[in-house]
T-cell receptor, first 111, second 114 residues
Framework: QKEVEQNSGPLSVPEGAIASLNCTYSDRVSQSFFWYRQYSGKSPELIMS????GDKEDGRFTAQLNKASQYVSLLIRDSQPSDSATYLCAVNMAAGNKLTFGGGTRVLVKP | KAGVTQTPRYLIKTRGQQVTLSCSPI?????VSWYQQTPGQGLQFLFE???????NKGNFPGRFSGRQFSNSRSEMNVSTLELGDSALYLC?????????????FGDGTRLSIL
């Protein structure tokens, strides 16, 4: 079992719809969770960070964390073609800065 | 504020050679982490440096090494290059070593081994 798992996609959503991305992790003591967006040929760009159970909203993005279920998700509202990218879930499972990444979910937003 | 700067952007080497990659973190950031990204394995953690000390290490062979200088700049070195070392090498920085602050990535160095 991988430490951080994501559906590889592609997740195809029409423009203006909500894209829902899921991520599960194996280490119960993990405390820090991050979502990164990566365009093809580019480096990962931080979208959201979340540390406590519940929802965290930032513009069109909402991150949700459920530590009991070891589950973190990302919602993209009013999806735009420019949101087409690979979304990476990252979990800090150790003391210090050591991110474990999921394989990423490719999102395609169709006009 | 300038972001994370990695040099060079592209490198072509042959098997058996060695290579050194450089990373300058965001000003004021003291933690630098290195990652390798390949199509097959995804993004994998190499090591983290904080206050010139390696604090975390991933599951990579000893051919991969790094160091951090007193100004927080970091270098990683790969010796005896193998074809499988072809990858995008990413450096990320964060303010400190607490682990609860986001890491910000540079543009990466794309290494090709012939």
């Amino acid at each position: 079992q991988k430490e951080v798992e994501q559906n590889s996609g592609p997740l195809s959503v029409p423009e203006g719809a909500i894209a829902s991305l899921n991520c599960t992790y194996s280490d119960r003591v993990s405390q820090s969770f991050f979502w990164y967006r990566q365009y093809s040929g580019k480096s990962p760009e931080l979208i959201m960070s979340i540390y406590s159970n519940g929802d965290k909203e930032d513009g069109r993005f909402t991150a949700q964390l459920n530590k009991a279920s070891q589950y973190v998700s990302l919602l993209i509202r009013d999806s735009q073609p420019s949101d087409s990218a690979t979304y990476l879930c990252a979990v800090n499972m150790a003391a210090g800065n050591k991110l474990t990444f999921g394989g990423g979910t490719r999102v395609l937003v169709k006009p | 504020k300038a972001g994370v700067t990695q040099t060079p952007r592209y490198l072509i080497k042959t098997r058996g050679q060695q290579v050194t990659l450089s990373c300058s973190p965001i000003s004021g950031h003291r933690s630098v982490s290195w990652y390798q990204q390949t199509p097959g394995q995804g993004l994998q953690f190499l090591f983290e440096y904080f206050s010139e000390t390696q604090r975390n290490k991933g599951n990579f062979p000893g051919r991969f090494s790094g160091r951090q200088f007193s100004n927080s700049r970091s270098e990683m070195n790969v010796s005896t290059l193998e074809l499988g070392d072809s990858a995008l090498y990413l450096c990320a920085s964060s303010p400190d070593g607490a682990g609860n602050q986001p890491q910000h990535f540079g543009d990466g160095t794309r290494l090709s081994i012939l």
